[in-house]
């Protein structure tokens, strides 16, 4: 492949190609995905779905969409995952200090410790690809062997540094967005006024 993806990341991810080098390429190995059935899903939507605008640029209140895992394998001391833009590699998320456990992150909470995203803000950096351009996202959850020890605000870089040679597991969920112009709403039109 052309970009130097390995194989296992781009069937991971599945349809189109992998662009970007992802976190899960530079810090894991083909064995850690899905291992002891380690799995990372959405209630909101399937992998390779749809993201809803809700979690988007496109509404003015869009939060992070809610996630869900299966229990990592035992020994895990903290979960870390990592939101990528898979054409660009742009951060969308950095989240750490999640419990080694089975757990979710509901929709718009706000992740024990997060940080600098591709805008360089500590928050979900809401996707707002292009009007009629589609981008794809990988959600990767990286179980690790050691509390993470980042300051609040931590760099991608320092962040990949403290997670090579320690993840165990991983599991990847993608998402698309398709952007679109934002339609005005009309209370004429919605009451018949």
Not at 132 to 146: N, P, S, T, W
Not at 156 to 182: M, P, Q, S, W, Y
Request: overall charge negative; some cysteine; aromatic content about 8%.
């Amino acid at each position: 492949m052309s970009t130097g993806v390995p194989a296992w990341i781009q069937q991971a991810v599945g349809e189109a190609e992998v662009k970007a080098s992802l976190t899960a390429a530079i810090v894991a190995d083909e064995k850690a995905l899905g291992r002891g059935g380690f799995a990372l899903t959405s209630p909101a939507f399937k992998h390779g779905g749809e993201l809803d605008p809700s979690f988007t640029a496109c509404e003015d209140d869009a939060v992070a969409p809610p996630l869900e895992w299966t229990a990592p394998p035992p020994g895990t001391q903290e979960l870390v995952l990592v939101v990528e833009e898979i054409e660009s590699g742009d951060v969308h998320w950095l989240v750490w200090g999640l419990k080694g456990q089975k757990g979710a992150l509901f929709e718009g909470e706000v992740p024990p410790r997060t940080g600098k995203n591709a805008k360089g803000n500590s928050e979900w950096l809401l996707p707002d690809p292009g009007v009629g351009v589609e981008h794809r996202y990988a959600f990767q959850l990286f179980a690790v062997d050691l509390p993470l020890t980042l300051m609040p605000g931590a760099k991608h870089a320092d962040l990949l540094k403290n997670l090579k040679n320690h993840v165990t597991a991983l599991a990847i969920l993608t998402a698309r967005f398709e952007g679109h112009e934002i339609e005005e709403w009309d209370a004429e039109d919605e009451f018949d006024i």
